[in-house]
């Protein structure tokens, strides 16, 4: 049983892994509504520094287009802050904050005014600071001069989540116009990234089509090939899941065909006499394969105890990916996932039964009941 | 002229055994009257309990014809055959062979299931059964919670689940001791006397002895009594 | 497309950009294997390499636009190999290698590089190097290789550790899966044990017995088992590498491994051979015989 519980659970880490990262992924792409992303050309959101010019334009060619209802351009850069007789660095997002999908307000207010910043938590950590504190925040430096090309005092007004954010990340948030000053002449009317947000039954496909056609130099991506992207990168992991789920439902097959076997074998002079007696060979096999099905689902139950805790395990691993969304979960537990390995095996217990106890079933009723006595 | 329940022609039963052919029956020819009580004795290999596997359709003749209640019964198909012992034979075996997960009441009442008899009626029949053996306050043990007599009470009553013309019985006193073999005997004898026709293959003297009419054979052949 | 160069092994010398080609004679750049197949491309096609999507466009020989300031019409010279770079798998980037001062035309760099890459000679001191060029260092500062590596080898110990964890598990649960099927198939021979015990044979002979021949069960099981983890491993590599279009190995199948597996397949036979006929020995034998 231990055994069969063992596969099970791991036929379960495998089907989460497979179905997990994609799933997660397009929740994650989803939670905001924002169904297109524009980066520059040929790049994914953030892969690179490059940066689209001519926002204001871009804008205003998107707002032409009435499916089109939201449009929210964000600048990032780095950012240091002295703490100390240290600096404190961390990642900034320039966003418009009534229109932005990037952070969600844990406590305080969005950054509504030119002096205004938000962070999270690890940030604060690093700052040993507080909602309501002053920083002195600089950004765009030169490693050649060793200057920045701005510096501001901005207060703290607000407590953020990033959803994009990966683990032990230092971000803050102000308002784009704001980094757009501290950057200067470089960074005007630049972005790194759009968020596009469609009308309310709009195809979100052509809308990407038509803004690819109007504005050549940026990549609009939809949910869906966002998810494509990101699946063809981590798609060694489903290959990875689809191979060692295929091992554990085979191990599992052969223990329970084992078990089976056994169990048939040492009961021969059983079902010989049941043979004997009248009862039929298909009800013979019928009876067996139960047992071999009940053992495949008592296994199976077991294993969704064990296999959500190896699961959660393997996750804090790859969750140390560098640079990967924390929200981003390579093994999520969906209900079609543990169906799914729950109806593999009870298939592959039928399976497994079948075979030994048609064997069993067909042995010369005579010839079985003589070995027994002869035993 | 009373009808044989039992007729064999010329039977012949060979099989192989390593390199060698066995020749467990040598050309047995006799018949069995309905109401009879038949002892089958001889000594070990003489071919009686293949004889009695050939009777009860749990195997098949090489050659030679065999008749059970005017049916020809030695070329049925697999499926025929098991038909047929449902509701024609009952068996009785030197170890019981009850299923050890059910119920003595349960066991009794499994072939009746086979032949899909409703769930009420067969409970009804498998208690009266049991209490016609002397069982009806063990209903609800199981075989591990009966002693050996018990067990082979259960294995009869169950071989009568079906109201079979025919019952079988292997050593059915092989596994137990004097008094509870003797307690076996009397069952048998009054079954026969309820009309049951009876064929028993036994090293057992005095079930040999209960029997009214005894089938020597030897070396595959009946020497005397056919 | 990303263009990216791959700065060649340079000694620190002056910062002299090196000659441009005679005027009319179109340079080359050397492209992947990927780029290639990607963009149908072969030694002798003519492209246009710029910074900018709008003046891209691609000519074989006579047509196409001229390009503009900052493209540069250009012969692909070659189709190279990339290295075995874990990192890089399945990130599907294409690869491109120009000189240096071309890239620095193309994209508008000018006379700056992303870094240099240094060679030293085989008896330098690596870290005095790095303190004399730290110190004056305006703008830039020097690592080891390795160091460099460790830190942008995140990926790949996360992949690791992921490996090592499953690799664990598979382990495990094969010591269960082993483990249950000994014990059922000693199980299965209670008969043969209690015949044997009760014609005197010792607890410790029949022990004995069933060890040897779980121990040469294991060892047959595990030669079958190398032989079909290297075909294996064989097949993971051959189709890895079609997939990411890299010559990375993603399965080495080592000597320390090989005898890893053999031992510990035979350390588990073993002991669940013992386990289970331990188990039978203490049982009475007219018990096993189910009396």
Known sequence: MLGVAIAAAMLLDMVMLATGMRESFRRLLVSRGFELRLAPKGTLPFDTDATIPGVAAITSIMRSNPDIREISPVLGASIHIPVGNRDVSGSVLGVDPSVQGDYELLSGRDPLSADAIVVNDYLLQQLGARVGDTLSVATGYDPQTRTYSGRRTLVITGRVRFIYGANEQSSAAMRRETLEAMRGGDMRDRASLFMVRVREGADAERVRDWIETQIPNVTAISIATAIAQVDARLS???????ILGAVSLFVGFLLVTTLVTVSVNERAGEIAVMRAIGVSKAHVVQQIVLEGVAISFAGAVLGLGLGLVTARYLNTILSAFPGLPMAID??????????SALALLIVSGIGAGVYPAWRAASLPIAESLRREAIA | MTQSIVSLRDVRRDYALGAERVH???GVTLDVERGDYVAIVGPSGCGKSTLLNLIGVIDHPTSGTVEIAGKRVDAMTDRE?????LHNIGFVFQRFYLMPILSALENVALPMAEAKVQRQER???????????????????????LSGGEQQRVAIARALANGPSLLLADEPTGELDARTG???????????GDGTTILVVTHDEDLASA???????????????? | MLVFVLASSLLLQGTSPPPQAPPGRLRTIAIDEAFAARANLKPGDTVTVSSRADTVASARGAGG?????????VIIGAIVRRGADPSEVARGDLRVRMHLDQLQHVSGYGDRVDRFAIATGPSTDIDGTIERINRPAFGFKAYRSRDIAVETSRTFQVVSRFHRAIGVITIVASSVFLLCIMVLKVEERRRDIAALRLMGISRSSVVRSIIIESALVAVLGSLLGVVLGWAASLLVNSHYQAVYSTPLEFSIVTTPVVAFAVSLSLLLGIGAGLLASLRLVRTPPLELFGR
């Open chain 1, 330 to 339: 390579f093994f999520l537990f969906q209900p079609k996932a543990a169906w």
């Open chain 2, 24 to 26: 467990a029956l040598q």
């Open chain 2, 81 to 85: 055959a098991t038909s047929f012992r």
């Open chain 1, 236 to 242: 060694y992991f489903r290959q990875l899941a689809v």
């Open chain 2, 182 to 192: 003797a307690e076996i005997i009397s069952l048998f004898q009054r079954l026969n």
């Open chain 3, 65 to 73: 636009r001229a390009p503009g300031p900052d493209a540069e019409r």
């Open chain 2, 211 to 226: 029997a009214r009419r005894k089938i020597h054979m030897r070396d595959g052949r009946v020497v005397d009594g056919a």
């Open chain 2, 123 to 145: 409970q009804e029949r498998a208690a009266k059964l049991l209490a016609y053996v002397g069982l009806a306050n063990r209903e609800r043990h199981r075989p591990s919670e």
